[in-house]
Structure formats: structure tokens, C-alpha cells
Nanobody, 122 residues
């Protein structure tokens, strides 16, 4: 129901824009989030956005570099990433929360996309 795409290989300092398209269900009333995970580590939240788009959360590690946005008419959420660093290398997942408002807890999200790999080379 959620499909993330847009990942790839980019050099440090470069940019990528991830998209997460929903199908089969309307997520316009759900808060949405982007998470990332590297092998052997927990899945961490990167950014989250409320259903209206008015409230946004960013992890400290990406503030000022990543921008989350959504287009409810297209049932799609985006993650614009600039000034990428090698430590941003991970599989990125989009997810929809049960509630309307921003939540940074992993267990608040019960719809997950399949993940898209972002690799940042030094």
C-alpha cells in the first residue's frame, strides 16, 4: 500500500528526493514519517509530518538538510535530501501512522513501505 522510491547512489554533498506513493488506501488523514535503517541497527525516525502538513519533526542529524512534505491530493509524501553525507547511507522507509498528528515512536506507525536504499559515497 506504500511504495517508496527515489533512492540510489550519490556522492557526498549531493541530493536525492524520495517519494512515497500510497495505493489502495487514502492516507491523507494520517501522519506520515520517514525512517532509516542500517544493518544491525534499529530503525530510526528521520522526519514526520502531520496530516495537514503544518507540524513537522526532524531528527537532529538531518535538520537543515532534509525536508519532508506531502501532497494529499496525490496521496504522496516526499523527502528532499540535500548535502548528503556518508552517514546518511541507509535503507529509507516511509510509513503511515494511526493518528493524525506527528509521532516519533516507531510503534505509532502501522503501514510501511518496502524501503529504498540510499548510498552516499565519500
Amino acid at each position: 500500500q506504500l511504495q517508496a522510491f527515489g533512492g540510489g547512489l550519490v556522492q557526498a554533498g549531493g541530493s536525492l528526493k524520495l517519494s512515497c506513493a500510497a495505493s489502495g488506501r487514502n492516507f491523507s488523514s494520517n501522519a506520515m514519517g520517514w525512517f532509516r535503517q542500517t544493518p544491525g541497527k534499529e530503525r530510526d525516525i528521520v522526519a514526520a509530518i502531520s496530516w495537514t502538513g503544518r507540524t513537522i519533526y526532524y531528527a537532529d542529524s538531518v535538520k537543515g538538510r532534509f525536508t519532508i512534505s506531502r501532497d494529499n491530493a496525490k496521496n504522496t509524501v516526499y523527502l528532499q535530501m540535500i548535502s548528503l553525507k556518508p552517514k546518511d547511507t541507509a535503507v529509507y522507509y516511509c510509513a503511515a501512522a494511526l493518528g493524525n498528528y506527528v509521532d516519533i515512536a516507531l510503534n505509532a506507525y502501522n503501514y510501511w513501505g518496502q524501503g529504498t536504499l540510499v548510498t552516499v559515497s565519500s
